[in-house]
């Protein structure tokens, strides 16, 4: 099984923003504490799975109590390294990296997008919201001057590997990847890459079989 460099299993990392956005809606709400039934079934899972996950955290739960739940929200927290807040770079200002570099909800992960480059002219000096934006052949400079160790990439398929491999020379050690292309990296260099795409395939797949579903329901009530 995959799992990180504290051990922790991939499939219990992305389980914890779940976690997280139930838990602060339970804080709100002013819950004290919460069972890991009732975090079970909200999302699908068996409570035997959700203790497991949360003891990762270090967190314990006490017999018909319970997690504290203020408790648990500050330990997913910084399992997940969010409360440490992490600079990045991203390449490419298009329509998508606007709105990367402007989504607000970074930050609440721990993660700070500080600066934005581009090859086209006409939008170096700009912002992206308050992110400012350099011409590419800044790049190195800033790297090196910021200490900055991952890069966000939203760049057209065709320039990704190239813009990647640049990124790498200049000393970035993580590139969170948005463009719609495999990369190919040294092991050395942590790559995630979001495919919309496939994101969506997964959705149509997830509604067809759910409309075919009714659709034979439906048949057998005509019967």
Known sequence: MNTTNKGIPIPTIKRFPSYLRLLKGYREEGMQTVSATVLAEE??????????????TGIEGKPKV???VIKLIDAIIHTLGWDN??????????????????????????????AAFDIDPSKCGSFLGDV???????LSRYI???HVN????AVPAVQAQEVAELLVSCGILAIWNFAPKDLKLPERVVVQRTDLATSFAVLSAKVKRKMSKEELLGEEDEW
């Open 144 to 146: 090196e001057e910021n």
């Open 85 to 114: 807040a992490t600079d990045a770079i991203l390449i490419g200002a298009g329509h998508l990296g606007s709105a990367l570099a402007r989504y607000e909800g970074f930050e609440s992960y721990g993660l700070k997008i500080v």
């Open 66 to 68: 319970g997690f504290t």
């Open 150 to 153: 991952i890069g966000v990439l």
């Open 132 to 138: 400012p934006v350099f011409p590419l052949d800044q």
């Open 43 to 56: 999302l699908g899972l068996k409570p035997i799975q959700v203790r497991k996950d949360i003891s990762c």
